[in-house]
Antibody, heavy 116, light 109 residues
Framework: EVQLVESGGGLVQPGGSLRLSCAAS????????MHWVRQAPGKGLVWVSC????????KYADFVKGRFSISRDNAKNMLYLQMNSLRAEDTAVYYC?????????WGQGTLVTVSS | QSALTQPRSVSGSPGQSVTISCTGT?????????VSWYQQHPGKAPKLMIY???ERPSGVPDRFSGSKSGNTASLTISGLQADDEADYYC?????????FGGGTKLTVL
C-alpha cells in the first residue's frame, strides 16, 4: 500500500525556517517525481515545487523561489522541503504527492503556521 | 504563474449533469495534454479524478469525464450523486512549473 506521511510542521515566527519531511513507503520511491502542494486555511490548492525521480532537477512556484528548496534521499525514501524566510502568507497545510499520471497519491498534510 | 480560472461554484440536482471549466493559456492548458482534476471533501486530501485531460484512474466512476478545447479544459460529472458534493480543482503542467485552478465548489441540491 502506498503511504506518504508528512512531518515537520508547526508554529514558526516570520523570517524563520522549517524543514518538512515526507516519508514514502509501499512503492519504488526512486522511480517517481514528487511534489509539494499547499493549501492555506479555507483556500484552494497551490502547487509549490517538484523534484525529478533522480533528484537532479527541480521546479518551483515563483512565490517560493529563493526561499524554499526541495530535495530527496532515495536511499531513505524521504522527500524534503526546506523553507526559509517564512512569511505569514506561507501559513498552510503542506501535502506531498506522488506523480504518476497526475497525482494519485497524497499524504495527510502537515500544518505550517507562520505567526509572531 | 497565474492560477487557472475556474467558476467559484456550480450546482445541480441528483441525476443531472454539471460541467466545470478550467481556463488557462497557451502556455499551460492549451500547450500540453497534462491537465488533471482533483476532488476534495472537507478535511480530506485531494483525490485524483482525471489525468492527461480525459483519462480516468482505476476506481473512478465513468460518470466523471474530462475534455479540452484550446485553452479551456472541462470536467463533466453526469448522474450527480450526493457524495459528489465537494471542491474540484484542475491542474496543468506549464513547462517549468505546474499550476492549479482556484477551485470550484459543487453543490448537489
Amino acid at each position: 500500500e502506498v503511504q506518504l506521511v508528512e512531518s515537520g510542521g508547526g508554529l514558526v515566527q516570520p523570517g524563520g525556517s522549517l524543514r518538512l519531511s515526507c516519508a514514502a513507503s509501499g512503492f519504488t520511491f526512486s522511480s517517481h517525481r514528487m511534489h509539494w502542494v499547499r493549501q492555506a486555511p479555507g483556500k484552494g490548492l497551490v502547487w509549490v515545487s517538484c523534484i525529478e525521480s533522480d533528484g537532479r532537477s527541480s521546479k518551483y512556484a515563483d512565490f517560493v523561489k529563493g526561499r524554499f528548496s526541495i530535495s530527496r534521499d532515495n536511499a531513505k525514501n524521504m522527500l524534503y522541503l526546506q523553507m526559509n524566510s517564512l512569511r505569514a502568507e506561507d501559513t498552510a497545510v503542506y501535502y506531498c504527492a506522488r506523480d504518476t499520471n497526475g497525482l494519485p497519491y497524497w499524504g495527510q498534510g502537515t500544518l505550517v503556521t507562520v505567526s509572531s | 504563474q497565474s492560477a487557472l480560472t475556474q467558476p467559484r461554484s456550480v450546482s445541480g440536482s441528483p441525476g443531472q449533469s454539471v460541467t466545470i471549466s478550467c481556463t488557462g493559456t497557451s502556455s499551460d492548458v492549451g500547450g500540453y495534454n497534462y491537465v488533471s482534476w482533483y476532488q476534495q471533501h472537507p478535511g480530506k486530501a485531494p483525490k485524483l479524478m482525471i489525468y492527461d485531460v480525459s483519462e480516468r484512474p482505476s476506481g473512478v466512476p465513468d460518470r466523471f469525464s474530462g475534455s479540452k478545447s484550446g485553452n479551456t479544459a472541462s470536467l463533466t460529472i453526469s448522474g450527480l450523486q450526493a457524495d459528489d458534493e465537494a471542491d474540484y480543482y484542475c491542474c496543468s503542467y506549464a513547462g517549468t512549473y505546474f499550476v492549479f485552478g482556484g477551485g470550484t465548489k459543487l453543490t448537489v441540491l
